[in-house]
């Protein structure tokens, strides 16, 4: 039984919009938090947000602040990554996780992540 999938990746131009979505199970909302990173090959695995899904504040990286927003809907159990002003740079695979940490700063588990590339 998958705790979490990610779905929304896909090919984008420089510049363009993507949204992400994140379908999570009841344990995982009842976790309270979800965080989205990524991994792109050859480098580090980056955290982007954390969102707490009971009162929908929000974190994103500094480095993202400004292109980068979360969300969440409740009522579908949905946490979503909407991405701006997308670079090459920001081509990776998005991984959606559940935490029971406020700052996200470990992650319970994680789905099979959503692959995004962005062409210059």
């Known amino acids: 039984q998958l705790r979490i999938v990610e779905s929304g990746g896909g090919l984008v131009q420089s510049g363009g919009s993507m949204t992400l979505s994140c379908a999570a199970d009841?344990?995982?909302?009842?976790?309270?938090?979800v965080a989205w990173f990524r991994q792109a090959p050859g480098k580090e695995r980056e955290g982007i947000s954390c969102?707490?899904?009971?009162?929908?504040?929000?974190k994103v990286v500094d480095s993202m602040k400004g292109r980068f927003t979360t969300s969440r809907d409740n009522a579908k159990r949905m946490v979503y990554l909407q991405m701006n002003s997308l670079k090459p740079e920001d081509s990776a695979i998005y991984y959606c996780?559940?935490?029971?940490?406020?700052?996200?700063?470990?992650?319970?588990?994680w789905g099979q992540g959503t692959q995004v590339t962005v062409s210059s």
């Open positions: 969102i707490s899904v009971y009162s929908g504040d929000a």
């Open positions: 009841k344990y995982t909302w009842d976790g309270e938090f």
């Open positions: 996780a559940g935490s029971h940490y406020s700052d996200c700063s470990r992650y319970d588990y």
